[in-house]
């Protein structure tokens, strides 16, 4: 029987005797890096502005960049206009897509924006 194994960029086929392999069809030496991330995902996200900054950051720097009444004025939702805090935006936008988007959304703009503005960037507090 056949027991396909991946080695980084390199796949490999290696016969092993029937009662070594496992259900899944693994080789019985578990070398490679199956079911981890491949090393092309990380460049892929080498441009995402997002990657790596956390929704907390985001809350915190567009409250320290706008204040809650404007960031209330700039996207309409309950928890940034009645008793805003951190932690209530941060359940809030969690389980909300729609709202955690147009937060990121707001972020990135600002992101876009600062260098052409000439105000000092606009970081993770």
């Given at each position: 029987?056949?027991?396909?194994?991946?080695?980084?960029?390199?796949?490999?086929?290696?016969?092993?005797?029937?009662?070594?392999?496992?259900?899944?069809?693994?080789?019985?030496?578990?070398?490679?890096?199956?079911?981890?991330?491949?090393?092309?995902?990380?460049?892929?996200?080498?441009?995402?502005?997002?990657?790596?900054?956390?929704?907390?950051?985001?809350?915190?720097?567009?409250?320290?960049?706008?204040?809650?009444?404007?960031?209330?004025?700039?996207?309409?939702?309950?928890?940034?206009?009645h008793d805003p805090s951190v932690s209530?935006?941060?359940?809030f936008l969690r389980k909300t897509p729609?709202?955690?988007?147009?937060?990121?959304?707001?972020?990135?703009?600002?992101?876009?924006?600062?260098?052409?503005?000439?105000?000092?960037?606009?970081?993770?507090?």
């Open positions: 029987m056949y027991a396909w194994k991946r080695t980084y960029f390199i796949t490999e086929y290696d016969l092993l005797p029937k009662s070594e392999c496992t259900q899944a069809k693994l080789p019985y030496k578990a070398v490679d890096n199956i079911g981890m991330t491949a090393p092309t995902t990380r460049a892929e996200q080498a441009r995402n502005p997002l990657h790596g900054v956390t929704l907390e950051a985001i809350v915190r720097a567009l409250e320290a960049h706008y204040g809650w009444e404007e960031l209330a004025r700039k996207i309409p939702i309950r928890c940034f206009s209530s935006s941060l359940k729609w709202a955690r988007e147009k937060v990121e959304s707001l972020y990135l703009f600002v992101l876009r924006q600062l260098p052409v503005t000439g105000e000092p960037h606009l970081g993770a507090c």
